[in-house]
Every structure is written in C-alpha cells, then in structure tokens.
C-alpha cells in the first residue's frame, strides 16, 4: 500500500539570488509552502549560491528566485560543477530556479541551459510560473525523489553588510569613479543650468503634472539614444535607472557582466565613472536629470552623481532599506543617508539647488497610504535636519482612485505640517505619482488601461510628477519601444477628462490623516522628536511596520487586505497605533471577506496580474473574476 504523501516529512529550501532584492513573490510562496504543511528554510533575500548549497544539506527542495534579470549571466559553469559535485557527496536534490532569469534572450533557451546545469525546473519568466501548477509539481517530483539524507539544525550567518565610516576618503575608495575634490563638484554643478529642483517648483506653480519614465541600460551611447526618444515622446524629467549589481556595491560583478558583454538590468554609474556620465549629461542640456537606484548606501552614487552633473537623487535611509534588504541596520542606513543629505544640503546651500526623492513605495504591494505618507514625513525630517531644502515626496499608487487622490492631497499637506512644527520652515515639497508598482497585468490591454488610468489619477489628484511604467512590465525589462509606449499612453491619460467622488476622496483623506498623525506622532515619541533616535525605536517596537519587507528589523506584524472598492484596508494593524475609530471603519469596510488570511491574500495578489477585475481604477473588486476592456475607451491602434 503506498504511503500517504505527507508534506511535513520534507524540508523546502527559499531565497533570492545574487542582488535580486524582489520579496513579495518570494514570501508568497514561503507562505504557500507553509500553508501546505512544508517545513520552510528561508534564506530570504540577496544571497550567494553557496548560501544554497549549504543549506541544501538540511533540505529536499531548493527554490531559487531572481527577479532582476541577472541570472542568466551570473550562474554558469561553475555553479553546474558545484550542484554536481553536492549530489555526488550528499545525494540528489530538487532544484528550482524561476522568476525574470534574463533581460532580452530566448526563455525557451534560457530554460533549456539551466536544466543542463543540472536544475530540475527553470521559470524564465513570471508568466511561465504558477503557483498552484508548481505546487502539485513540487509534491510529484517530491514523491518520486526517492530517500534523502538532510542534516538537522540548520544555521547559516551571513556577513553583516560592511557600512564604512563617513569620512569621504573612506567612501570614495571603495571603487575609483574618478571623483575628485569637492571644489570640482561645485563646478560641475555651476555648469547645470537646467535643474530638477526648480524644474519641479516651477511645475507645481503651475499645476502641471510632468511625465517621468525610469530607464537604464548599460552603455553611455544605448541610453542617450533612449533619452533621446523619451525626449521626444514627451517625457519632462529624466534619469539613470542603476543596475542591481551596482545597488548592492558588486563592483566586481558589474566589470563581469561588462567585460562579457552581458545582459544588464540599469545603468552602471559608478563603473562607468563621472568623465564617461558627464558625456552622456552633456547631450541633454534642457533635460532635468536624477540618479535612481536601490542601495541603502547611496554615497559614492551621490558623490559620483553630483560630480557627473545629476541634480537629484532618490532613496533614504528607511525606503531604500526596510523594503530591500534583510540584514542592514537603521542606524547603518541612517548614517550613509545623513552622508548623502548633508552633501545636498551644501550644494544648495552653495547655490546649486539638489532635489533629494523618497520612495514612498516601498514593497509596492497593498501599502495602506498612512504607511508610505508616515514613512515619507520622517524621511523628510532626517533630509531637513541636514540642510536639505528641496524634497520630492513619493507615493505608488494603489488603485482605489478616491484613495489615490486623497493619499497625494494629505501626502504634501502632513509633511510640511510636520517640518514646520520641527522648525523646518525654509524646505520645498513636491508631490511624486507612481503608475500601479505591484505586479503587472499579463494581459497588455489591461497593462496599457492602467498606464493611462494612472495618468487621469494623477492629474486630477494634482503630482507634481508621474512616474510611468511600459505596458511588458509583467513579461521583461523594457526596452526602447516600450518605455517610449508607457510615456505615450500617459500622454494619451493626460488628455482623458476622468472622473471621482469627491464625498469619498474627503472620506479617505480624514482616515489617512487621522492615520499618520497618530502613527507618526507616537514614532516621534520615541525618540523625544529627535527623527533619527525616533526610527530606531519605533522599528524596533513595531510602530511603524513595512508590509512584506524582508528586514529583520521590521516587525512584520501589519497585514492589508483590499475592501469591495480596491481601497487598501488593515486587516490586522501590528503594534501601529493606528486609531481605534479608523480600524473600526476598516474592518467594517472590509465584510464580506472570508477564508484564511493567506487565501485572501493570496487573491489580492494574483487578481491585478492576472487580469482578473473588471477595469482600472479598482471598482465592484470582489465581484469580477476577468477584465473586460472598456468599451468607452477611444480606440487606440495598439490596442
């Protein structure tokens, strides 16, 4: 008689490779493994292969997630050698790799390689991976793998990222970028005319929303010609999207991946160096132009930067940390970040006006507005106590129009209540709009209704900014054609009358300010008002709380959910003092929900990215099952 498959019986190794900082699929299917009974081994984010291989001793089944597009050109030959060689000695394992493996190559062949290197399954792609589907894969393969000795008592340590002291010297010599005296910066920054931060203000007296696409590839010549195009479609800002391997100061990856003429994911600022960066500023003379990444230490970007002519930089010591990394310390990210202001800070204060970002963002996945609104104010207090005077306030959207627009109408409002409470009465705000975050519709109809639908919101809720997204979000790494499309199809929402409840955007903006003044008044508290003794603190008690960050310093405990609407909801708000009134209302709004919370969560995950709600922006959410396209909508060629 055979036995019962029984899924406690097996140990399911997971994680993220190399630089992929991607969480949020990861800790679904974390989630989903456990739901089922799997004992988990969660090596969560950023890590070496050899990380996998040692704890494969201790488990059945390994899962490897890289979202970024690398590992294609990182895992090769001597990774094949080393699977083969811990078979030999310890026995098989299953080995799963899946996610967006490569930029630009065939999947098919992609796929075909990593199953010769000895990987069970490979997923070239998000759209090639189901959960349900690989789940019954995962107990089959599992069935027939036969007897397997695992070790007991697994441990892994990682090293704790290494954050040099702030002495300049010291942050400029992690890697020669040929940045030289402070003196030649100012210069360079003398020679900019065209600047992101009067460029934004001088918007925002004008009520206009300007379009702002993210792009990057690796080669000064490959992303003129890209801004080129986007200048010409109608893009107002523009910057250099950065590659993951140089986020996370893999120098040495990125001289690989150059050297052999690899796929990349960004633009390699810092190995490009600033005479290579001050070629490609150069051509664009009239264009305001930022530095965007992803790296909890942003200095040498800032120093590079700001030598090459870039006049503004997006991150912070909370959103480009909490979100994207496991193991780096507030006080790490604080420091570098307190680096980056202050240089910002004498800059302008030099007459050379820096505009420094924060994106609000964060996980992109069911952020309730209070969060990111919370989290963009204590970002602002940190940049100002450091003589920052120009801040871009970021916010993704969620998809409840009504929210949307009441989230960036008290997202300005709050902050400069709060700097000027804090004595911060000389800073300039501006308001950023990101196109839906999360993951994208497979459905390209349904991908291009929310770039436009994004750029209605947008307009009617009065952003300084929009950023755009392409329509492949959910297939690739887009490339020219279709990061020049998502700039057209915002254009073309820009045009678009559009339509809200104001009764409802009054509704939501009371409980969001109700929200954030609670929740940042209590983080402020811990800390007596100082910002930056107040984010260590309130992290570290759960007053404020990132939903599906990976970090081991953030509590983990605030669960959302969708409500009828769309509208981000708590479903379980942590140790947040989130009011009482304000839970009630969430709760009430969210009736009609059932089953476990895993289950509901699981359903507001996949809804968007498989197209199954009736439009955009979100409405009757519970009731549609797949999208139908507007039949109102003008008829656009592409479409």
């Known amino acids: 008689m055979k036995e019962q498959f029984n899924p406690a019986d097996y140990r399911i190794v997971i994680g993220t490779y190399g630089d992929d900082s991607h969480n949020v699929g990861r800790s679904l ?26 704890a494969a001793k201790y488990g059945h089944a390994i899962l490897i997630s890289s979202l970024n597009g690398h590992a294609n050109g990182l895992l090769h030959e001597d990774q094949r050698r080393e699977m083969a060689g811990f078979e030999a000695a310890r026995g098989r394992r299953l080995w799963y790799i899946g996610g967006n493996l490569c930029i630009h190559e065939d999947p098919q062949q992609v796929c075909a390689r990593f199953r010769e290197m000895g990987f069970t399954e490979a997923y070239a792609k998000p759209g090639d991976f189901d959960l349900d589907i690989f789940l019954e894969r995962l107990e089959k393969d599992l069935s027939s793998l036969g007897i397997v000795s695992v070790e007991n008592g697994f441990s892994l340590k990682k090293p704790v990222a290494h954050v040099p002291s702030n002495n300049r010297n010291d942050v400029l010599q ?132 700001f030598a090459s002519g870039f006049t503004a930089i997006e991150g912070g010591a909370i959103c480009y940390n909490v979100p994207y990394f496991t193991d780096v310390s507030l006080e790490s990210s604080i420091r570098t970040w307190q680096y980056v202001d202050r240089l910002s800070g004498d800059l302008t204060r030099e007459g050379w006006p820096i505009d420094r970002e924060f994106f609000g963002t964060l996980t992109a996945t069911l952020i309730e507005p209070s969060i990111a609104i919370s989290v963009n104010i204590l970002e602002a207090l940190l940049a100002a106590q450091n003589g920052v005077k120009y801040l871009s306030l970021g916010y993704a959207e969620q998809g409840n129009r009504e929210q949307d627009i ?166 379980d708000p942590g140790n947040t003092l989130v009011p009482g009134d304000v839970l009630k209302e969430h709760r009430k709004l969210l009736e009609g929900r059932s089953g476990s919370y895993f289950q509901m969560l699981k359903e507001d995950l996949n809804h968007i990215h498989l197209s199954q709600i009736s439009g955009w922006p979100l409405h009757d959410y519970y009731s549609a099952t797949h999208y139908n396209p507007r039949v109102s909508r003008p008829v656009f060629p592409w479409l």
């Open 29 to 54: 299917i974390a989630l989903a493994l456990q739901e089922k009974g799997y004992q988990i081994i969660d090596l969560k984010l950023q890590n070496k292969f050899s990380h996998f291989l040692e």
């Open 174 to 305: 992690e890697h020669d970028a040929a940045v030289g005296p402070l003196a030649e910066t100012a210069r360079r920054q003398q020679q900019i005319t065209t600047r992101f931060a009067i460029v934004l203000q001088e918007a925002k007296k004008a009520g206009k929303t300007l379009i702002h696409p993210r792009c990057g590839v690796p080669s000064v010549e490959g992303q003129a010609v890209l801004f080129r195009k986007l200048k010409e479609a109608g893009a107002d800002c523009l910057s250099v999207q950065v590659d993951s391997s140089t986020r996370h100061h893999q120098f040495k990856d990125v001289d690989e991946l150059l050297a052999a003429g690899k796929e990349m994911n960004g633009y390699p600022l810092i190995n490009f160096g600033v005479p290579r960066n001050k070629e490609l500023i150069d051509r664009f003379p009239d264009v305001p132009l930022q530095v965007r990444h992803g790296s909890y230490d942003g200095r040498l970007l800032a120093e590079a930067g």
């Open 406 to 571: 009441a989230a960036i109408h008290a997202l300005e409002m709050l902050t400069q209540e709060y700097l000027q409470k804090y004595g911060h009465h000389d800073v300039y705000t501006s308001t950023v709009f990101h196109t839906y975050m999360a993951a994208f519709p497979l459905n390209q109809q349904m991908s291009e209704e929310i770039i436009i639908e994004s750029a209605v919101t947008a307009r009617l809720a009065g952003a300084t900014r929009i950023m755009t997204k392409s329509p492949v979000e959910s297939v690739n790494v887009p490339l020219e054609e279709a990061n020049v499309k998502g700039v057209e199809l915002t254009r073309i929402g820009f045009e678009l009358s559009g339509s809200y409840d104001p009764v409802k955007v009054a509704y939501e903006r009371a409980m969001i300010e109700r929200s954030v003044r609670s929740m940042v008044d209590s983080i402020l508290g811990t800390g007596d008002g100082d910002p930056a003794k107040s984010i260590i603190n309130a992290f570290a008690c759960g007053y404020i709380d990132v939903p599906f960050s990976p970090s081991i310093y953030n509590a983990g405990k605030v669960k959302t959910l969708r409500d009828k609407d769309g509208a981000v909801r708590y479903f």
